[in-house]
């Protein structure tokens, strides 16, 4: 089980760490943009949907390494009160019945999405480029499986911490 949970925490880590470099990419598109429009008065048709493909990819990239990092949002007004067995019982329950379900039909959804994106050749509409949509499609499909894939090592370490009654 260990091993389990360190191979899919390095993932989570390293996937972070590399779509560190996709906020780099998303910022030379906007400067590049805000140079082409505002001193050479030749805006380009692609920056904007690029920026927003780019920063779909990063936020959506994101979402394991910061659920490996606690860092999303919760209420804590109980939570921050209860012992780390308690914290493990509500953090089980909340990814059987809430976290994974929706995670499950996002999934589908998303490989739905991607798949008819490939199949269909979709393009984006909301510029003149018109990109193909198969792209940042499959990233939100990867996003979402590495998300869920997180959500299964926590499982594991508050479940281990149930039965054992001690951190993995």
């Given at each position: 089980m260990?091993?389990?949970?360190?191979?899919?925490?390095?993932?989570?880590e390293?996937?972070?760490?590399?779509?560190?470099?996709?906020?780099?990419?998303?910022?030379?598109?906007?400067?590049y943009?805000?140079?082409?429009?505002?001193?050479?008065?030749?805006?380009?048709?692609?920056?904007?949907?690029t920026?927003?493909?780019?920063?779909?990819?990063?936020?959506?990239?994101?979402?394991?390494?910061?659920?490996?990092?606690?860092?999303h949002?919760?209420?804590?007004?109980?939570?921050?009160?209860?012992?780390?067995?308690?914290?493990?019982?509500?953090?089980?329950?909340?990814?059987?019945?809430?976290?994974?379900?929706?995670?499950?039909?996002?999934?589908?959804?998303?490989?739905?999405?991607?798949?008819?994106?490939?199949?269909?050749?979709?393009?984006?509409?909301?510029s003149?480029?018109?990109?193909?949509?198969?792209?940042?499609?499959?990233?939100?499909?990867?996003?979402?499986?590495?998300?869920?894939?997180?959500?299964?090592?926590?499982?594991?370490?508050?479940?281990?911490?149930?039965?054992?009654?001690?951190?993995?």
């Open positions: 260990r091993q389990i949970v360190r191979v899919i925490d390095s993932i989570s390293w996937t972070g760490n590399a779509v560190r470099w996709v906020c780099v990419a998303l910022i030379l598109v906007l400067v943009e805000v140079i082409a429009r505002y001193a050479f008065t030749a805006p380009t048709i692609w920056a904007h949907q920026s927003v493909m780019l920063g779909s990819s990063f936020a959506a990239l994101g979402w394991a390494y910061v659920h490996r990092h606690h860092g949002v919760r209420v804590d007004v109980i939570y921050t009160h209860l012992s780390a067995r308690g914290k493990a019982i509500i953090d089980v329950l909340c990814a059987i019945f809430l976290f994974f379900p929706l995670l499950f039909i996002l999934a589908y959804t998303a490989a739905d999405f991607m798949w008819v994106a490939w199949i269909k050749g979709e393009v984006l509409i909301e003149y480029w018109y990109p193909i949509s198969g792209p940042i499609r499959t990233v939100t499909l990867l996003a979402l499986c590495l998300f869920i894939l997180q959500g299964v090592s926590q499982l594991i370490r508050d479940l281990y911490l149930l039965i054992r009654n001690k951190p993995l």
